[in-house]
T-cell receptor
Framework: GESVGLHLPTLSVQEGDNSIINCAYS??????FIWYKQESGKGPQFIID?????DKRQGQRVTVLLNKTVKHLSLQIAATQPGDSAVYFC????????????FGKGTLLTVNP | DVKVTQSSRYLVKRTGEKVFLECVQD?????MFWYRQDPGLGLRLIYF???????EKGDIPEGYSVSREKKERFSLILESASTNQTSMYLC????????????FGPGTRLLVL
């Protein structure tokens, strides 16, 4: 089965709050991670990525944290907006697997106005 | 910006029909992928191509074939559509090499009656 998983299938937050979406992985050889956002009826959209030689990476309103000790990845969204409502899923690339990404099943984020 | 387009957003076909799904990318990416996405199962890789006329089976190739005659175009073929092939089909592309981000198209929602 997939080694990438999610702690919560759904997350509901108030507009303006910060959101944290979590992802666990089990393969210590995973060396590259990506977060995608998928809105209803659309294809996944790249948000941010991080390589295993980093612990943190920031983008616009988003931060990805990587804890290799416990094999945990999180996506933080600051000041969550209604337009952030979507399914978010992580993907990992295992060193040596070349092109292959393993995808988590996703967390549905709902932002309440 | 990376642009991946798919020929149809929605398709309705009958059992036994031959179905062609087309994907085009404009970023000169070497790698192209076909996935299907089903509720509760996440993204599953059907086929992968790393160069013109080159292909590799993914996790669920049965019932599908692919064609890559030009670098920018990757086609998925259902030789004889069946109802269990009703799904969301997603095309993606990436640069060559390990640990490269895959960029997705908008998806084709296929219904086989």
């Amino acid at each position: 089965g997939e080694s990438v998983g999610l702690h919560l299938p759904t997350l509901s937050v108030q507009e303006g709050d910060n959101s944290i979406i979590n992802c666990a992985y089990s393969n210590s050889a995973s060396d590259y991670f990506i977060w995608y956002k998928q809105e209803s009826g659309k294809g996944p959209q790249f948000i941010i990525d991080i390589r295993s030689n980093m612990d943190k990476r920031q983008g616009q309103r988003v931060t990805v944290l990587l804890n290799k000790t416990v094999k945990h990845l999180s996506l933080q969204i600051a000041a969550t907006q209604p337009g952030d409502s979507a399914v978010y899923f992580c993907a990992e690339n295992i060193r040596g697997s070349n092109y292959k990404l393993t995808f988590g099943k996703g967390t549905l984020l709902t932002v309440n106005p | 910006d990376v642009k991946v387009t798919q020929s149809s957003r929605y398709l309705v076909k009958r059992t036994g029909e031959k179905v062609f799904l087309e994907c085009v990318q404009d970023m000169d990416h070497e790698n192209m992928f076909w996935y299907r996405q089903d509720p509760g199962l996440g993204l599953r890789l059907i086929y992968f191509s790393y160069d013109v006329k080159m292909k590799e089976k993914g996790d669920i190739p049965e019932g599908y074939s692919v064609s890559r005659e030009k670098k920018e175009r990757f086609s998925l073929i259902l030789e004889s559509a069946s109802t269990n092939q009703t799904s969301m089909y997603l095309c993606a592309s990436s640069l060559a090499g390990a640990g490269e981000t895959q960029y997705f198209g908008p998806g084709t929602r296929l219904l086989v009656l």
